[in-house]
Structures are given as structure tokens and as C-alpha cells.
């Protein structure tokens, strides 16, 4: 009978906990990735996207020519066609991007 309600009172506390922490109170980060193509018509598959801070965003260059992916956070080198570029933003804030034909936006919450 101990073994059974002792069962039930962790099921009790583990159903308790949210996605932000584990059982043993650390904060657990979700990170995500989310995709920007460089397309073949010479831009991108998103202009502005809001992502959360630990995010972070993968470019894909499928257009037939090289792309440069830069900001005053990060430069990417030159991706040539098939190549792609991740950066993981760890700062809040607005940020304009800008790749070879174009500019991006990407807000930080």
C-alpha cells in the first residue's frame, strides 16, 4: 500500500511540473529553429520573423547563385547554392539583416 501511494503522490508531482522546468527545478531552455530560404527568385521565404532569445534561425541558400548573410551580430561566410548558415540568437532585440538582393528583419523577444 506504501509503494502504491508513494507512486501516485511522484506521478502527482512529476504532472505538475511544467515544460520550463524538470523534476529537479532546472530550468529547462526550448530552443528552436526556425528556416529562412534564400529562393531562386532572389528572396526569402520570410522578410521578418519574431523568434524567442535562445532561438535560432537556419539560412538555406537554394538559389543559383552565392549569398552573404550579414547583421552586426554575425556575418555568415559566402554560402554557395546547396550551402547554409545558423545562428543562435542569445540578445533581445531588433535586428535588419541583410543578404545579397535584399534585407530581412528579425525581432528578438
Known amino acids: 500500500m506504501k509503494k502504491i501511494f508513494s507512486a501516485v503522490i511522484l506521478l502527482v508531482f512529476l504532472s505538475g511540473c511544467t515544460d520550463s522546468m ?4 532546472e530550468k529547462n531552455l526550448r530552443e528552436n529553429v526556425f528556416i529562412i530560404t534564400l529562393n531562386p527568385s ?7 520573423i519574431t523568434i524567442n532569445q535562445g532561438d535560432t534561425i537556419k539560412w538555406i541558400n537554394q538559389d543559383s547563385r552565392p549569398h552573404k548573410i550579414k547583421s552586426g ?10 550551402e547554409n548558415f ?6 533581445k532585440g531588433n535586428i535588419t539583416y541583410s543578404y545579397t538582393t535584399g534585407t530581412g528583419k528579425i525581432v528578438v523577444n
Request: charged residues 20%.
Open 22 to 25: 524538470n523534476i529537479f527545478g
Open 42 to 48: 532572389g528572396g526569402i521565404s520570410q522578410d521578418s
Open 73 to 82: 551580430l554575425f556575418e555568415s561566410p559566402t554560402l554557395n547554392p546547396g
Open 86 to 91: 545558423e545562428y543562435k540568437f542569445e540578445i
